[in-house]
């Protein structure tokens, strides 16, 4: 070092003052600790970017938070780096703001992590956009409630894929609002889970139409069950075929009766089987023509009785020949003796062999009426 910290410690703030730029870059940590922060003041600001990385770990939380915006501003990113938490910690909201984007981009999770909720907030949308991902998987649930939607829009869909699913929850549906489909796409899998179910019926229909299979099929039965009709009519028949038998079953009725034909088309026949009979019964004439043969093949007596004749009438001799033995059960006498020519002649021996009584002398009626 070129002069001891006691020496230091001895200058007059006039013969601090008048330090030249390369003397500053000759002081180390020992050297700055011992500076008074009216020392310090009278650093301009190309000298303060001359203290080297490892000197400025001496200067006092005190001291950095004496620093004039302008003196802020001139640290290299390098000096940034080196900060330690406490250091960090004691900047002032009008420092924060007064940090260029590079030198945000260079905090680190550990370092940001310590920034108070009021300098959270303090942050400019470009400084909010030129944060790591890497340090925006670091904020606390805190400091994301702390973010304004106009800094939760400025976040780049490569941050929002960096968020975890408590920061996620950490956020108010007006924040939401501000994602593009592209952030709405980049969310993971897993911290989608964190979204809450008011957060979500909140999604515009564009957002919710933007969400990839993957993410569909990884919601909760509440979130799945907190859509709207809007939302469901919204999503692609990718999305809906991507459903689970147990997220299916968790859809209001008033959701399945929203669900486009194509829709309909799109659900696993796997799915189809685990409606309940009140989802079933739900389904307009319209959207039961749209089940395919397969679709209907998957249904159980249950679903079959909840179907009303109009509905029967819509089926294919196709479909009408795909009714298991056993979900013909369902089929009431009137359903039968509604059957068109058609229709009849495509139920097979086997199936006959499978009706009752009552629904054997029904289809015999049925046939004598062709």
Do not use: C, H, P, W
């Not at 620093?67 to 938490?85: C, N, Y």
């Not at 408590?166 to 501000?178: G, H, I, P, Y």
């Amino acid at each position: 070092m070129g002069r001891s910290a006691v020496n230091v410690a001895a200058l007059a703030f006039e013969k601090a003052a008048a330090l030249k730029t390369a003397q500053i870059a000759a002081l180390d940590s020992a050297d700055i600790a011992a500076l008074a922060s009216e020392d310090i003041a009278t650093f301009s600001t190309a000298e303060i970017a001359a203290i080297t990385a490892t000197a400025l770990l001496g200067l006092s939380t005190d001291n950095v938070a004496a620093l004039s915006t302008d003196q802020a501003a001139a640290l290299k990113t390098a000096q940034i780096a080196v900060l330690s938490t406490a250091q960090i910690a004691s900047l002032t909201s009008d420092q924060v703001t007064a940090l260029t984007t590079s030198q945000v981009g260079t905090l680190s999770s550990t370092q940001i992590a310590v920034i108070s909720t009021d300098n959270i907030a303090a942050l400019s949308t470009d400084q909010v956009a030129a944060l790591n991902s890497k340090t925006v998987a670091a904020l606390t649930s805190t400091q994301i409630e702390a973010l304004s939607s106009d800094q939760a829009e400025a976040l780049t869909t490569a941050q929002v894929a960096a968020l975890g699913s408590a920061q996620l929850a950490a956020l108010a549906s007006e924040d939401l609002a501000t994602f593009s489909t592209a952030d709405i796409a980049a969310i993971t899998a897993t911290a989608l889970t964190g979204l809450s179910t008011d957060n979500l019926a909140e999604l515009s229909t564009d957002q919710a139409a933007a969400l990839k299979t993957t993410q569909v099929a990884a919601l909760s039965t509440a979130q799945i069950g907190a859509l709207t009709s809007d939302q469901v009519a919204a999503l692609t028949s990718a999305q809906i075929g991507a459903l689970t038998s147990t997220q299916l079953a968790a859809l209001s009725t008033d959701n399945v009766a929203a669900l486009t034909t194509d829709q309909v088309a799109a659900l696993s026949t796997k799915v189809i089987g685990a409606l309940s009979s009140d989802q079933i019964d739900a389904l307009s004439t319209d959207q039961v023509e749209a089940l395919s043969s397969a679709q209907v093949a998957a249904l159980d007596s249950a679903d079959i009785a909840a179907l009303s004749t109009d509905d029967i009438a819509t089926f294919s001799t196709a479909d009408i020949a795909a009714i298991s033995t056993t979900a013909l059960a369902g089929l009431s006498t009137d359903d039968i003796m509604s059957l068109s020519s058609d229709q009849l002649l495509a139920v097979t021996t086997t199936q006959v062999e499978a009706l009752d009584g009552s629904q054997v002398e029904a289809i015999i009626a049925a046939y004598q009426a062709i």
